[in-house]
């Protein structure tokens, strides 16, 4: 790879989400290159997805060019490639457009969809861990309405419009939220000769509790919105198979659904290279100690969502979430500095900021680390706190815009089938 | 097609372009039923595709779902589907989802990119006529940045910073302007590492001045302009073949350039199954009467750039833009509802709004009626025009907003690579 040869150390980061870029951003005007390499130019503000595949958002305002990001500072290069390997003994790292060399290297490749081994749900259901993942399951919510037009059979119609959603965590959760303010304020206007009564929106969670991450009282006050909203929720189930018509699960029930939307877990996007003992198996997690160094290695890192630091409190690693990811990049960046300038290294210690999850127009659930509250005002919050942890002054602009334009004329105007998702004959 | 029958004649609309949409618009609450029909669910602002390719405006900016315009609306719907043919003896159409009889039949179907028959050219270069070909090109443009940087050919270099805008109509010069600015204020920032003065771009005009359709002031001026951004403009050359590297031409110039962008040349996008002597040959447009009624037949009409009205000051049928299309969709309206309450019809006379063109920041060139002007009161108008002749105050908005912002700080943001072009090996 082309990158100029300096005397100072080189630094790779690979992979631009919230953990590389606050690595980046932190590790500016230091006598170190930089090279943060992804495979898009852009980087994803993941917790708003949902509201793209809804129709919510244009895709363009949560994605934000990592050039800009890094511009204007010295010694700062971005490469849009893929990482197929490393190697930790050559200390090189090897993608689809040639190798490069490395003093430090940092993995923050995020997580990926966790299918558990069943590639027929893999291969059949939608996910929403990207931009354009994002973007065809809008496409595909619209395009089952307009073919649920043009049937006349009852069955195929009620499972063109039956949405069932695995997985009760924050994405499950949002994207039900999401889907039944669809059904109530903008569908039956839109298809009219549709019964949109018979849409379905069905939550199917393999715990007793929705967002089971966070307190009681927001897992019960979240089924309150979610039922309030007509949606129908399935705990203690597990998601089986999918064949792209047929949903079966461990118990009696089943469903006939066009649609189905995988968000039951999640594990990290590992890369190839590291000595097997390095990761962690079941979430596939890469072990690093409490400074983020990987077990075994002394210039390679793990931040973010692919890094597990087995700590007292988080036996399992960190939650895979933004908050762990901008303190670990933030952190990283802090303790590379030190060991450069010959300072001492400070372990990480994560600050539990809280967690929270809208439910549709006006409800959300907050719990923060000595308070907890749910309704209009967590709405407020939770929309706070979202706009201003986007990156980029124009895209916090016009998802405000949205919202307040949303929010006052109910309404959901980017439902464009701009690259449609089936197949047509 | 599942539509059902009532007792009010059907008007069956193909197409949802300006044309389509004011037609379906002014004819709500009278005693007709309306299909619109449209292969798109959306209306798309053509005159601002340039900006979505060159990544100053998100793309659902400038679509606007078709669904929304028509809602509310008893006795409306809308499908999405593509007409493959037209039975005029049945009268019926013949979709991708089935037939449907019609009363009445208005062909809308806009223009299409016009290759004048050169395989070669359509496959290797790009259009931009659609909101997914001018994501294709936006995605292109970038990934050709992406990848110069990554040969030590300086040739191939070369060709992937080598712009080739075919026609020096308004697409070709705005887009020309456009790519001025980028090279100018985006690309030596984003790519520090590449020589931008090396990025050429270049215009390639068949006839002997640009924008022949306006005055020879605007023609003048917008050189001008284009020339001080550094565009270099090549008047009486055609291009007659691209093989994906090289641009051969009529004359001795040619290009090395891994983007060819076609705005040579528009058609009618006609459908099968109107007699031949209805199509006007060169520009296959169809031949209508003072009603924008199809020559020879009672019931079918065509309006916007499809139809072509001969009259003494437009032989050749009016301008393939919006204005005309507007206004006929406008005055077969009146037209339809004056049929069927009895009263007298009249034929359609096209006032000339005038025509503008943007050439860059502060930059533009219009011609109204009585008065022509250039420069940055120009620009302002052409702004203003161009944001109120969008459909919706959500697209008004967030149009405003992106170049309020682009504006303030020279910038385009959504330089955002969501579905890359290219094939990657």
């Known amino acids: ?247 079966d699960t461990n118990t009696d029930l089943n469903f006939e659904a066009a649609t189905v939307i995988w968000a039951a877990g999640v594990k990290g996007a590992t890369v190839n290279g590291l000595q097997n003992e390095c990761i962690i198996e079941r979430a596939e997690r890469i072990k690093v100690d409490e400074f983020n160094k990987v077990k075994g290695y002394k210039n390679v890192f793990a931040i973010g969502d692919v890094a597990c630091m087995s700590t007292n409190q988080y036996p399992k690693g960190h939650p895979m979430m933004a908050q762990p990811a901008i303190q670990q990049g933030k952190h990283l960046a802090y303790n590379m500095i030190a060991e450069i300038t010959n300072k001492p290294l400070k372990p990480f210690i994560y600050k539990d900021k809280g967690a929270m999850a809208t439910i549709g127009r006006n409800k959300a659930v907050v719990d923060l680390k000595k308070i907890r509250f749910q309704g209009v005002f967590a709405w407020f919050v939770w929309m706070f706190v979202h706009l201003f942890s986007l990156i980029g002054f124009r895209n916090r602009a016009v998802v405000f815009l949205n919202w307040v334009y949303n929010y006052i004329r109910f309404d959901r105007e980017t439902r464009l089938i701009i690259r449609p998702f089936k197949k047509k004959p």
């Open 1 to 247: 790879m082309n990158i100029p040869k300096t005397s100072f150390p080189r630094v790779v980061i690979v992979g631009g989400g919230f953990a590389g870029i606050m690595l980046a951003k932190n590790l500016k005007n230091q006598e170190l290159q930089v090279v943060l390499i992804d495979k898009n130019n852009y980087h994803t503000f993941q917790p708003l997805l949902y509201q793209v595949a809804t129709g919510g958002l244009e895709p363009d305002s949560i994605a934000f060019p990592i050039r800009k990001v890094i511009k204007d500072i010295p010694n700062f290069y971005f490469r849009l490639a893929e990482v197929s390997e490393i190697d930790t003994n050559k200390r090189k790292i090897i993608t689809n457009i040639g190798k490069l060399k490395y003093d430090y290297l940092v993995i923050a490749t995020g997580s990926k969809t966790n299918y558990f081994g069943n590639t027929k749900i893999e291969k059949f259901s939608m996910a929403m861990k990207s931009v354009p993942q994002s973007l065809n399951l809008r496409s595909l919510i619209l395009e089952n309405f307009e073919d649920a037009l043009l049937t006349s059979n009852l069955e195929e119609r009620n499972a063109l419009m039956n949405f069932v959603i695995v997985g009760g965590g924050p994405t499950g959760v949002e994207l039900a939220g999401a889907l039944a303010e669809m059904k109530k304020g903008i569908l039956p206007k839109d298809y009219p000769d549709l019964d949109i009564r018979q849409m379905q929106i069905n939550i199917v969670q393999g715990g007793n509790r929705l967002l089971n991450t966070m307190s009681e009282i927001a897992s019960e006050k979240a089924e309150d919105f979610l039922i309030h909203l007509g949606v129908n929720i399935y705990k203690n189930v597990h998601v089986v198979d999918y064949d792209g018509y047929k949903v």
